[in-house]
């Protein structure tokens, strides 16, 4: 993909400085999103702009200035074929993450419902990988995928989803702190409420999403009116999305490039955010910037070789990437 010089240099957006680098990683990440999107257009699956990848479509006609990573959502039939045919489709540099990943150890790794997709940190050496994707040298750089998942419309086998869903919650989140015999006590209770049998061993934890994912995308869009993702639906103060809100894709301008979005999104949004055109910096849940870090590891690494600039100065000089050729 082609982005003008311009793009890549610092830029204040809404008062907030988007740095050099950081434009390297949205430039990346853009990369991984049209690996996806390809995919997603070979089998005729329905993708759509997610959270903050869908308020910064709407609001900035890209990302957020404060966001650091795409987000996609699929309904599930869609989510569960993409999955599938991600280990065969994706071309070389490319992996998965998350409880689907096709390597046994990513999975058991995973922490939420979703699947990542992402570069593949032992397939490019530094300099290769600087060079492929706009001078960014963090590899392992990804895009999150989640699933939408039906809400039953009969409300008693709704209050009975959101009690089994809660449950493994609390447990998944308590997991690692949790005294042995609290932890099998709740485990055996699990087990009696969904006739399961959950193993005993370094997969529990993996068991414990594969069974909250099994009972969440229990339900089809026949007996349902609405639909979210999984981690919301317990939750009495979260408004699940209406159904046909997510009936037809349109595209809107992302960064000079197109996304999918769902037509709906002004409702869509307003049921997450509220009045979503006034921007509230730094509301992400994880570190900003992703890659912080990697940047001071990186730092290191070129100040122990004797390089004299900063990690923007070693980017913009390519004689000098010989440096890394044995990191």
């Not at 329905?46 to 404060?66: D, I, M, N, S």
């Not at 894709?249 to 869509?268: N, R, S, V, W």
Request: a negative charge; aromatic letters at 14%; hydrophobic letters at 35%.
């Amino acid at each position: 993909m082609n982005f003008p010089a311009e793009f890549f240099q610092d830029e204040y957006r809404c008062d907030f400085l988007v740095p050099e680098l950081m434009k390297r990683a949205w430039a990346t990440e853009i990369e991984i999103l049209e690996v996806v999107t390809q995919i997603c257009e070979k089998y005729n699956l329905q993708y759509f702009a997610y959270y903050g990848t869908l308020l910064g479509a709407v609001r900035h006609q890209g990302f957020v200035p404060w966001d650091d990573d795409i987000d996609i959502c699929l309904k599930r039939s869609d989510y569960n074929t993409l999955v599938s045919v991600l280990p065969d489709e994706l071309p070389e540099g490319f992996i998965t993450d998350g409880l689907h990943a096709a390597d046994a150890t990513r999975r058991l790794q995973t922490s939420i419902i979703h699947t990542a997709v992402k570069t593949d940190p032992s397939y490019w050496s530094l300099p290769d990988y600087i060079r492929r994707f706009h001078g960014f040298p963090f590899r392992g750089t990804s895009i999150d995928i989640f699933p939408l998942d039906y809400i039953p419309r009969d409300p008693d086998t709704f209050l009975l989803e959101k009690l089994l869903l809660g449950r493994i919650f609390v447990l998944l989140r308590d997991f690692d702190t949790l005294p042995e015999d609290t932890k099998e006590a709740r485990i055996v209770e699990l087990e009696e409420l969904t006739a399961t049998k959950l193993p005993r061993n370094e997969t529990t934890k993996w068991s414990l999403f594969h069974l909250l994912e099994a009972i969440a995308s229990m339900f089809d869009e026949s007996e349902c009116d609405e639909l979210d993702l999984c981690f919301r639906i317990p939750y009495e103060n979260k408004d699940p999305l209406k159904k046909e809100w997510y009936n037809e894709t349109i595209y809107l301008p992302f960064e000079g490039f197109q996304i999918a979005a769902p037509k709906h999104y002004h409702e869509i949004l307003t049921t997450y955010y509220g009045d979503y055109q006034v921007p509230v910096k730094f509301t992400q849940s994880h570190e900003y910037p992703f890659y912080k870090k990697s940047e001071q590891e990186l730092t290191a690494i070129l100040t122990q070789k004797g390089f004299q600039g900063s990690i923007c100065d070693f980017i913009h000089n390519i004689d000098s990437f010989h440096i890394l050729e044995s990191k």
